[in-house]
C-alpha cells in the first residue's frame, strides 16, 4: 500500500527532508498588510520589517474543512491512503477541520499533534518510517498518538513583545520581563505554549544554559535525531546549540529555520531544539 506521510507548512522541516521522507505539504495562508499569501511566499524578515513598521502582527488563516477536503482527495490521486499529521488543535481550528473532512474522504486518517515546528516534523519523520515498514495507515496513526507523549518541543525567546501582541502573554509580565531583560523558555504542553523558565544575559550564553537545562531535564533521548529550529540566529548562538548537542551524544543534528507561523508569535532570535524523549 502506498501512503502518504502528511503535514501543514508549520512543521518546518527542509525542503531536502520533506523530500527524502517524502511528506506532503498544505500551506497555511497569511495576511499581510492588504495581501494575502501562502506560507513560503513570504520571509520571517518580511514578517519583521511589518511587525516593527506597522506595530501588529500578520494573520493567519485557518484552513477550512473544504480546502483539505480538495487537499486530501488529490493525495488519493496517487497515494491510497492518506497520514495527515495537524498543528495541534490547542492552537488552530485547523485541526478540527481537518478531522471533519477526513470523515468524508477515504482511507484519510488525521492526528492531532498537539504540538508545532519540528515536533510535527519528528512525528511525521516516525510516521514515513512505519509506512516504510509495512504499516496499515490505522497503525500508523495509533503509533504516531502514542508517540506525542514523548516529544521534547521547545524555544527560548529574546523578547515578549510577539507574545504580548498575540495576546499569549499579559501587560505585567510583558512589562516586567523587559524591565529585567529576561529570556523566557516556551514550552509545548498539553498543546499549548506556556512560559516556564527565565533567563538573563546575551542570547549565546542564554541558549548555553537553555541546553544544558533542558538536557538534563528531559534526560533520556532518542539519539538518532535532534532539531535545532530558529527564527532568526546568531552564528554563536547555533554553535552554542550545537556543540551541546553534539556532546549529548546525538547522531543526527539538523538546523532548520522555523516558518511564519512561530515567527509571528515569538520574533527574531527565538531557538528551541527539539527532540524524542522516552522519560516519563
Known amino acids: 500500500m502506498k501512503i ?3 503535514v501543514e507548512s508549520t512543521n518546518d522541516l527542509t525542503k531536502d527532508l520533506l523530500n527524502q521522507y517524502d511528506i506532503k505539504v498544505i500551506p497555511y495562508q ?26 501588529v502582527l500578520p494573520k493567519t488563516n485557518a484552513l477550512n474543512e473544504f480546502e483539505y477536503t480538495e487537499y486530501f482527495e488529490s493525495l488519493l490521486k496517487d497515494y491510497d ?7 495541534s488543535s490547542g492552537l488552530t481550528s485547523s485541526c478540527q477541520n481537518a478531522i471533519n473532512a477526513s470523515k468524508n474522504v477515504k482511507n484519510t486518517f488525521v492526528v492531532d499533534s498537539l504540538s508545532l515546528s519540528t515536533g510535527i516534523g519528528l512525528l511525521a ?11 496499515e495507515p490505522s497503525v500508523i496513526a495509533e503509533k504516531v498518538t502514542a508517540r506525542i507523549s514523548k516529544l521534547q518541543v521547545s524555544f527560548v525567546i529574546e523578547r515578549l513583545d510577539y507574545l504580548f ?12 520581563a523587559n524591565l529585567l531583560k529576561l529570556r523566557p523558555r516556551i514550552v509545548v504542553k498539553d498543546g499549548k ?8 544575559g546575551n542570547m549565546e550564553k542564554v541558549v548555553s544554559k537553555y541546553c544544558e537545562e533542558t538536557l538534563y531535564e528531559f534526560d533520556t533521548p532518542d539519539l538518532e ?19 551541546a548537542l553534539t556532546d549529548a551524544g546525538f547522531k543526527n543534528i539538523y538546523e532548520t529555520h522555523a516558518g511564519c507561523t512561530i515567527a509571528s508569535h ?9 527532540y524524542f524523549n522516552y522519560g516519563e
Open 4 to 6: 502518504a506521510i502528511s
Open 30 to 55: 497569511f495576511v499581510l498588510g492588504n495581501e494575502l499569501y501562502k506560507d513560503g511566499e513570504i520571509t520571517t524578515k518580511e514578517i519583521f520589517e511589518y511587525v516593527d513598521t506597522k506595530g
Open 81 to 87: 491512503a492518506i497520514v495527515h499529521i495537524c498543528l
Open 125 to 135: 519523520i516516525y510516521a514515513r518510517e512505519l509506512a516504510n515498514a509495512g504499516e
Open 165 to 176: 501582541k498575540g495576546g499569549r502573554c499579559n501587560s505585567l509580565q510583558f512589562f516586567g
Open 193 to 200: 505554549m506556556t512560559a516556564d523558565k527565565k533567563y538573563r
Open 225 to 243: 535525531r535532534v532539531f535545532i529550529t530558529y527564527t532568526t540566529a546568531t552564528p554563536e548562538m547555533v554553535e552554542s546549540a550545537k556543540k
Open 266 to 274: 515569538c520574533g527574531g532570535n527565538t531557538l528551541g531544539i527539539l
